[in-house]
């Protein structure tokens, strides 16, 4: 660098807005030789004065009241003082200051005070021969750090963190190995800054002073998880108190749960870590050996959720379950970070099934025996149906957990299988044995010679009750019919109760009593407009002397009522384009469109086990259709149906539960029915008039109960016979509200604190949140993230808190429990609650509320 010049262009610079020129240099290399630069100077009428450590006083009068015309360079043979020691920070400040070397270079690029920095350069002069550490150290730095800051941002970049807050580069040392052989991260502070510095800061900000003789990095994680375990399990551990003793663990707490919301390669490091720590405190035989409420809220490791699901299970089994307190406790586990993770999530959903269920069953106790049909079928359309509902729930979860998380390879929890082995004894054997006999009662006794059951929608009637009186009257309107094969009555309710939450839409579902038997080809041909139904000698069943099967059949006996319908797939219709759809539905009223899922699985021996996740594909391919088909063609109407319903029972179906196959002309039949002439009826088999439907010439014999004829096919999923589970079916009305009236956004529900008193007096803070609306309707569920903040920096856990409870108010409170971090906080001072909307992808505030800090136990 040519300091002369350097001096010229500054003084230059200078007297472009002023009169004169004074130009500060603090040379921090005294050897310098100055003499040829003073001349240089003054050849261009510039005067070089020397500073020293006692002229302060002549230099001030020299330059202010001598000659306050002159330009002057301000030479001073030793480093910047402080502002504080600085005798002359007043013309300093009305001044310049020229910088000469490397060093001075730097402090220049990052804004920093000559003595802050300095001796940090000269220290560590290595870290800065790379231009790229440089920059990214400018990047992380403030606005005018101070020397601490200075020093966390050359570890930042040496280890790769995005910030220069303390935590966030212990983590990403951490993450690069517990050996500080091989740790990348903490070798490259070792080669380029020093390891010593960061012990110093790390260990005092952890309250780890007990481990400043140790400074190794696998004790220094034990000691961060041991606190996050202890915070939490009230567990008298000696040992590992003694070796990892926090005086600040909420801090450390902090710490790790931060950490598990890190980026994922980081949370899957961490995973390892409390796995490998979870092992070696033997943690498992060590929450063995306590009571449950000694940890239940301690979520550090995954051993505990093991723990509380066998426990919650093994009580359920044995009839010792308080299942509300058991509720509750599985409710707060879910949201805890083991609890959303696979396979604990979808275990602690076996066990909100089966804790329901198990109420169902006790309720059910409690049911009178129905006296007629129409009491058989309100019966099972009111009560009955949430046992069947909640049982699929329970085994398509039960099913699901097949898949583990990829760190936890063979967990086995015998106390689940024991469970379900119980609840599907008492669901085949009890539950279907009762309904099947109360069946076959109201089957012999009243509906085998007149199946219609008065003053119950007839699927023969759906056309004529539903779809014709909005041709009718509604000129305008299109009409919609989804139908969707054996999709029976408590899987429609699931999806009424979805399609309820779409801001815009109302979904009311009714009951209606199928055809018997309840099988594909009546059902479908009983949905369709009709006069009357026939049967062919192959067994196609005719409407109006037409034949029903596929598509183009049904389209043209639709056709025959309303010239402008359609008959479509309702997958391809969702799947083509919206030009596309749009010709294909151009000037028609009637659509109906057909979905198979449900039989398609269910009706293949291969595949019928995977039946009940086949009702879950459905409820969810339906939503989505739905959705579709009211964005794209503005569908006000839609109906959603089935042709039948089924049965699924999960375990292998045992010889007494087969009877002998009909024999006769049979024209159709499966292992639950056959329709013909001049039937044969074996044991355990009812023959069934078919007059009701104008088939005077055929009859039907279906089997009893659970009976399943031999022959071929599946045994686990039948359909055909008279079960409510195979013959109720739902009606899914489904109105969606356009132009005058509707909503243009669905808002979402309010939260509010339920506090009258807003102040901390202690580390953890029971805070109490309540949702003012219920989450349904026209009122959405809202995530919120909430924490504690005091001058914009979070002191206290963060919990993602979800409010989508759809009960009265008593039931729309959460209780959340924050830890602050250990510090010395002023009596009466200020911190805000803050609520961050997370609904949608963009994060918003929601709202901040203030609390006052009010700790009497504190160290000042």
Known sequence: MDILNGLLDKVKSELVTKKRAIVFWYDSNPKREIEEIKAGLEEEHIKLWELNEINFFRTKYELEIVSPDQSYVV???????????????????????????????????????????????????????DQRRAAKLSRLLPEQPNAKEFELGMMAVLVGAQSIHLPDIVQHVLVKGLDEETNEAYKRMQKFFTVARFWELSLPYFGLRDMEQTQSLRPLFYALLFSHFATEAMLALPSLEEKYRSTLPNTCRLFIDDWLRATPDHVEILEGYICDAQREWNVQQIIGQASYEQYERCDTFWAIDVQLIERAAYELVHDMADIRIWSERIAYRKKKYWGEQVPFSRLYRVLEEAFLLWTLKEQGKRTKITQNGFEWFTNYVNVSYKIDQTYRRLLTAFIENDT????????????????????????????????????????????????????????????????????????????????????????????????????NGQALVTGMQASIPSYTQLGMASLLPNNEIGLSENGDVLVDGKNSRGLGNRQKILQAYEPQSVAYSLMDLVNTSVSEGEELLKGKRVCYLYHDCIDATGDNQKSERRTYQAVSDTLDELDYAVQKVVARYQAKRIFITSDHGFLFQLRKVEADAKTEAVRGNIVDGNRRFAIGKDLQIPENAARVSLDYIGLYEYEAVIANGLQRFTGGGGLRFIHGGALPQEIIIPVIEYREIFGKGRKKDQQRVDVRIAMRDRIITNYRMKVTLFQEQKAEGEFAPRNLRVAFYQNGERISNEVSLMFDHTGEAAERHQEVIFTL???????????????????????????EDVFTIRMYDVLY
């Not at 007043?90 to 920093?112: N, P, T």
């Not at 379900?420 to 009243?446: G, K």
């Open 75 to 129: 030479y001073a043979s030793f480093p910047k003082p402080a502002d504080k020691d600085n005798l002359l920070l007043d013309m300093v400040l009305y001044s310049a200051e020229f910088q000469a070397d490397d060093i001075a270079m730097l402090i220049e690029r990052y804004g920093v005070e000559d003595y802050i920095m300095r001796p940090i350069i000269e220290a560590n002069r290595v870290f800065f021969n």
């Open 404 to 503: 583990p998380h990829e760190r936890i390879h063979s967990l086995e929890i015998h106390a689940i299988e024991e469970m379900i082995e119980r609840l599907t004894n008492w669901y085949e054997n009890v539950y279907l044995q009762a309904m099947a006999s109360d069946t076959d009662q109201i089957v012999i006794q009243q509906l085998a010679s007149q199946w219609s059951i008065p003053e119950i929608v007839q699927q023969r009637s759906f056309y004529r009750q539903y779809v014709r009186p909005i041709l009718q009257n509604e000129p305008t309107t299109r009409v919609f019919v989804i139908v969707s094969d054996a999709l029976r009555y408590e899987a429609g309710v699931e999806l009424a109760e979805r399609l309820n939450k779409r801001v």
């Open 821 to 847: 971090i250990e510090r010395p906080y002023h009596m009466g001072e200020d911190c805000e609650l803050r609520m961050e909307d997370v609904s949608a992808p963009q994060t918003v505030m929601y709202r």
